[in-house]
């Protein structure tokens, strides 16, 4: 059997990163992708920082950008906190940039570094790992890694959905619903206080449409990050990032966050709610006038301090990007991509030094924990910050304070009365969504297997209206649901058509009503739309659902990402 010197899990941009890395210094590197095209099951907000700390930045690898499928460079970043439009549409905003007196002085984090560029995953993963391709790695595509291979204690290999592989080294660039390290025991299984989840829509516009709106140079580009009502208490923020033809609006928030929220507020709604509730507010409603939709995505995002992996290394085995947990997220700005760049670069360094000395043990490859210090000291660093910021002063207290004081923000009124929207059925605006999506339906086998009687017994089954998808449904003699707003809503509305009677005592008992139903609600699950979130394999009972990866390139495809 062929052995290689390094096996490479995952053409994202950390398994791109190592695997050009390690072609460029001779090494005979193969690189499995589950996808039938890298980039196909990615999806970001998204802002990539080219430098990073130096010799591992995406500048460092590719020093030619004009290469590079960037959107657009960021020359203006900016944090709004935005107040619940009135009856008359007025609304009050508070915007903080590099110039503010809030950022000068850290009390909120400047997201600028100069060097920040708008980017969509489905067409930089493609350009990436063809690059890495074109120096010398091997790609193989629609190739699914399900385990690992061991003799004594060492990792000598993968085994896929088609054969098994022999590699000095494994390098799991999987992503953050690899199972890999929790396989050979470096971390345990994660519960949702781990994760965020994020779901963004991408919206075409021409360009010249875009500079106006936003009031750009040629070329420019703008990001934005929100903080308001619109979050309905469920911690995280809204972004709005333009790129070159298109613009991306989207909400990350703390899983378990919207968990317990979801529970105790049943009018809560999907996330796709709270993304939709985002793009009605007036401050940001104008930048979609005549705009198309052209993708609905959603997926798991590590909260780095929470998840990042005290001993990334194994024996012939290192853990690179999110898989190892390198993400931060400061109130509503993220930063994942450059240091997934960076953990690649230095996995490879540290192979190429294992090669070198023919020693490719855990003791050899603890060197890759000395690379990483500098990012494991942002993490530390980024701990304290997710303490200050990530928690509900920060995201609850904190805005509604600031927007009251009338020297720091500033009074709105749009034209036109600002209307809310009327909730649509959330079955309904989920497979308005899917329908701009291309799949490729697997029709003979689940990657997700679900014990729909053990789900049905649980009593909350919060990874229903969590999903971002229809994936799960309760179905009750009253019909089928995807979120409990939906059920909710149903149960105020036939009580208040048989009795009447005082508002809150009709909340009250629809409320009770609903909890019943969803107690004895039977769950049913579809995979057809799935996208591979990785939102059950959290949230799920883990007796009843097991999260697992499409085979044969099955499943989404992301065009934007």
């Known amino acids: 059997m062929e052995k290689y010197h390094a096996i490479v899990v995952g053409a994202g941009l950390a398994g791109s990163a190592a695997a050009l890395s390690l072609a460029r210094r001779g090494h005979d590197v193969l690189v499995l992708e589950k996808a039938r095209v890298p980039g196909h099951r990615n999806m970001t907000g998204g802002i990539i920082s080219t430098r990073y700390l130096k010799g591992y930045g995406l500048e460092d690898l590719v020093p030619d950008l004009s290469k590079t499928p960037l959107e657009r460079k960021i020359t203006r970043q900016s944090v709004h906190l935005v107040s619940r439009p009135d009856r008359n549409g007025t609304y009050r905003i508070l915007s903080m940039s590099g110039s503010s007196p809030f950022m000068r002085t850290g009390l909120i984090p400047n997201p600028n570094t100069g060097h920040d560029f708008s980017v969509l995953r489905g067409r930089l993963d493609r350009w990436f790992a063809s690059r890495a391709a074109e120096e010398g790695a091997m790609l193989a595509t629609e190739v699914t890694v399900e385990g690992l291979l061991k003799e004594n204690g060492r990792i000598t290999g993968v085994r896929t959905d088609k054969e098994e592989l022999l590699a000095d080294v494994v390098i799991d660039a999987s992503g953050v619903t690899s199972s890999l390290p929790v396989e050979i025991g470096l971390r345990p299984f994660l519960g949702p206080e781990a994760y965020y989840l994020g779901v963004k829509h991408v919206y075409r516009l021409t360009p010249d449409i875009i500079e106006e709106r936003f009031r750009l ?56 709610d709270i993304l939709e509730e985002f793009e009605a507010h007036p401050s940001v409603a104008s930048y979609l006038e005549g705009a198309t939709r052209v993708e609905y995505s959603g997926h798991l995002v590590p909260r780095g301090p929470q998840c990042l992996l005290n001993r990334p290394f194994h024996h012939g085995f290192l853990v690179a990007g999110d898989a190892l947990g390198s993400f931060v997220k400061l109130g509503p700005m993220l930063d994942g991509m450059r240091m997934a760049i960076a953990t690649g670069i230095m996995a490879a360094k540290a192979v190429d030094i294992a090669q070198a000395r023919g020693d490719f043990s855990s003791r050899s490859l603890s060197m890759y924990r000395d690379l990483l210090d500098p990012i494991y000291r942002d993490m530390r660093r980024s701990r304290l910050d997710s303490f200050l910021f990530e928690n509900r002063f920060a995201y609850e207290f904190l805005p509604s304070v600031l927007l009251t004081i009338p020297y720091l923000s500033k009074r709105h009124r749009v034209l036109s009365t600002f209307l809310k929207q009327a909730p649509r059925n959330s079955i309904q605006m989920v497979q308005e969504r899917t329908g701009l999506l291309l799949y490729d339906e697997d029709k003979q086998r689940s990657h997700i297997h679900v014990d729909q009687e053990l789900c049905s017994r649980s009593a909350s089954k919060v990874w229903v209206p969590a999903c971002p998808f229809n994936c799960y449904t309760l179905v009750l003699e009253k019909g089928v649901f995807t979120s409990y707003r939906d059920l909710y809503r149903l149960n105020l509305g036939d009580l208040a058509g048989q009795r009447g009677g005082n508002a809150s005592r009709l909340s009250k008992d629809a409320e009770r009503i609903t909890r019943d139903d969803i107690t004895r609600a039977q769950v049913r699950f579809d995979h057809v739309a799935c996208v591979g979130c990785g939102t059950c394999g959290v949230l799920g009972p883990a007796e009843a659902v097991r999260f697992g990866h499409e085979r044969d390139g099955h499943g989404v495809r992301y065009s934007y990402g």
């Not at 009502?229 to 919207?258: I, P, W």
């Open 217 to 272: 140079d040629g070329g420019e580009g703008a990001a934005h990050f929100y903080l308001g009502h619109f979050m309905k208490r469920v911690h995280g923020g809204a972004f709005l990032y333009t790129n070159r033809d298109t613009v991306s609006f989207g909400v990350v928030f703390k899983l378990l966050s919207y968990a317990k929220r979801c529970v105790d507020d049943l009018d809560l709604g999907k996330a796709l």
